[in-house]
């Protein structure tokens, strides 16, 4: 399972608040909560690099 989250958490801070690890164990799946990458600039939060 894709586990995303958004512009102002990080990829640890949804692994815990998901709860998609102990569901994953529990349940015989993978669960991935990939690191994106984070703007420096406030007017450019939330959209991607590429």
Do not use: C, K, W, Y
């Not at 102990?22 to 406030?42: D, E, N, Y």
């Amino acid at each position: 399972m894709l586990n995303l989250h958004g512009s102002p958490m990080t990829d640890e801070q949804q692994i815990q608040v998901s709860g998609m690890d102990a569901a994953a164990s529990q349940h015989g799946f993978l669960s991935v909560a990939p690191q994106g990458l984070l703007s420096a600039s406030p007017a450019t939060a939330g959209t991607f690099r590429t």
